[in-house]
């Protein structure tokens, strides 16, 4: 396996793998690893579709890529991906998968067009006192200090923040700033989450800074991304033989451990025919997906609260035991040994009413029934208890929707702090009562919000036990590769996979690490697309270093005759002409005039 950049490789088709006939692949879960994997098995590993089995618990496919109509209880989305232009495996992988509204099209000729017509961005990011507009001016608010300690971090090494978290690298000079209000609130970091997932991050989306106070850099699909994503790839797959064994739960795998050689020999499951399992050979694949941010959650309704589900996870007692079997296999209880630092909670409110729509009008200063961009991302109230945040995309965001309806996405990042108007934690509420809260925020008369929260709209909450433990501190070795040392016919794939190339939390991370399991595993001769490097490209980092700053120049110490001569002498040159145009040192008067880099990279 190799990296590469560019279209050279990313247009060409490989040769097919030789001894790839005599294959087999299974997949243990059908979320987007697996689809993922699968898909790149067959397009450039050209295993045939009907040698692959993918396997899955639930009763469908896509994992946390959800999206569903419930009987008697309504629409659920338990969490939304944000999208940016340079997932570069997401967007290889939906160039090949047809779209289901668009004849001739392919998925990411259908999100290419959307997204070009009808651009993102939030009008209204952060609001404060019952759905007042913030007024943050888009200004990140960070002290030179507090911008010191984000570029320290930036410059540390890996292995300088392996087990630390976010308090040990930064102070209220950072964390008491409208730059992580509005990060923790995109991202759902918290404060004693892991500095090495917030260092890479930083280096993964320094493309980004510039869009973090109105989600500029943001896209997002049609509908919700079960029916935009995940029914193509499923749809394409049946078609090309691939056999879904659903209601199926895979419980332990077992390996032959020699020295430099790992084979993986049996598969276990349960299904409703009781146990059963395959053995497999050398050319019998299995790729695993270890770890779940949705295991065990748990829906409540309009007159139920969701309950924390702290029983028996399946994925992650998978992984437990196959963890036991060898230190290369990883650590899963870094990640999920503390549900009070993991977990928290979501909801999707469908409104009927029709005075609830005005308010998300006001707010987002956009109609919420024009088919178009509605909020632009998450609208965080910074006043709020539960440090809440919602948003409404694109509508309908179901085909199934009724033409009056609105479906939002609520979600509180403080699990266990009495709400404002409720007075109760969310893990506590029912969908009624998160609505209240909601409401209250968005700035509806308190008179008005029993009536409209019993009549006016439904809400489904759902608790996620595990939905941040891959950001609990950790260490190199607690993930396994994706393919570890000496594995002749396995992989581990999914947020809990060790590639070094991406950030988990992201459609991204998945799809890539199904492209290098696939990839490694049947010897496909393609580079795979290397991230972005934007970390590495001086003008991205210039542009960054002033959005930090809020546009102020760097001081220059000394009279101001000498800095005028310092800024013409540096004018003159150029790492001047780069410093001046990302607006690091001031213009002057010396200064031909000249297009702006930081408009030639937009």
């Not at 759902?188 to 997932?197: C, D, G, K, R, T």
């Not at 696939?518 to 590495?536: H, K, M, N």
Request: net charge negative; charged share 25%.
């Amino acid at each position: 396996m190799y990296f590469s950049n560019g279209n050279y490789e990313a247009l060409a088709r490989p040769k097919k793998p030789e001894g790839v006939d005599g294959k087999t692949a299974w997949f243990v879960g059908a979320g987007l690893a697996s689809l993922s994997g699968a898909i790149f098995m067959i397009r450039d590993g050209q295993l045939p579709g009907r040698a692959i089995t993918i396997l899955e618990e639930l009763d469908l496919p896509g994992g946390a890529l959800d999206g569903i109509k419930k009987p008697k209880k309504g629409f659920v989305i338990r969490g939304g991906r944000e999208l940016e232009d340079h997932m570069e495996c997401l967007w290889d992988m939906m160039s090949t998968i047809p779209s289901l509204e668009i004849e001739g099209a392919s998925v990411l000729d259908e999100f290419f067009w959307l997204n070009k017509e009808d651009p993102n961005y939030s009008l209204c990011r952060v609001t404060e006192k019952q759905g007042q507009d913030a007024k943050t001016g888009k200004l990140f608010g960070l002290s030179k200090k507090g911008q010191s300690e984000i570029q320290k971090l930036i410059l540390a090494t890996r292995a300088d923040v392996e087990n630390k978290r976010i308090t040990d690298v930064f102070t209220d000079e950072v964390l008491g700033s409208n730059f992580w209000l509005y990060w923790r609130t995109m991202f759902a970091f918290q404060e004693w989450h892991s500095a090495l997932e917030m260092k890479l991050y930083l280096h993964r989306f320094i493309h980004h800074i510039g869009g973090l106070p109105d989600l500029s850099a943001l896209k997002f699909t049609k509908y919700n991304q079960y029916e935009s994503l995940v029914l193509p790839m499923y749809t394409w797959l049946l078609d090309q033989g691939v056999n879904f064994r659903f209601s199926t739960t895979v419980t332990d795998i077992d390996f032959d451990l020699a020295e430099g050689r790992k084979q993986a020999t049996r598969i276990h499951w349960t299904d409703a025919d009781g146990e059963g399992g395959v053995d497999l050979g050398e050319n019998d694949l299995v790729l695993a997906t270890i770890g779940s941010l949705t295991e065990n959650s748990d829906e409540g309704d309009q007159h139920t609260p969701a309950k924390l589900n702290t029983g028996p996870a399946p994925a992650w007692d998978l992984w437990r035991r196959i963890a036991a079997k060898d230190p290369s296999f990883g650590r899963p209880d870094v990640f999920a040994g503390d549900f009070d630092q993991t977990k928290w909670e979501s909801a999707t409110i469908t409104t009927i009413d029709e005075r609830i729509p005005a308010y998300i009008e006001k707010i987002a200063q956009r109609d919420p029934f024009s088919g178009k961009v509605v909020t632009g991302g998450i609208v965080t109230a910074k006043d709020s208890a539960w440090l809440l945040s919602w948003t409404v995309n694109r509508q309908p965001h179901f085909k199934a929707q009724a033409p009056n309806e609105i479906v939002v996405w609520f979600y509180a990042l403080f699990s266990d702090v009495a709400g404002d108007f409720v007075h109760k934690p969310i893990q506590d509420c029912t969908g009624e009562e998160i609505i209240k809260e909601w409401l209250y925020h968005m700035g509806v008369p308190i008179e008005e919000i029993p009536e409209l929260a019993a009549t006016g709209a439904t809400a489904v909450p759902v608790m996620m036990p595990y939905v941040d433990a891959f950001f609990m501190p950790r260490a190199a070795g607690d993930r396994p590769d994706v393919v570890p040392e000496g594995a002749v016919n396995f992989a581990f794939i999914g947020q809990f996979a060790e590639t070094t190339r991406d950030t988990i939390f992201t459609t991204e991370y998945s799809v890539r690490t199904g492209m290098e399991a696939a990839y490694q595993l049947l010897g496909v001769d393609r580079g795979i697309p290397e991230v972005f490097a934007s970390t590495y490209d001086i003008r991205w980092l210039l542009k960054a270093t002033t959005r930090l700053a809020d546009g102020v120049a760097v001081d220059i110490p000394g009279p101001n005759f000498i800095k005028g001569r310092v800024i013409d002498k540096l004018d003159m040159t150029q790492l001047g002409e780069l410093l001046t145009d990302f607006g690091l040192l001031p213009e002057t008067g010396t200064t031909t005039a000249r297009p702006r880099l930081d408009d030639a990279i937009e």
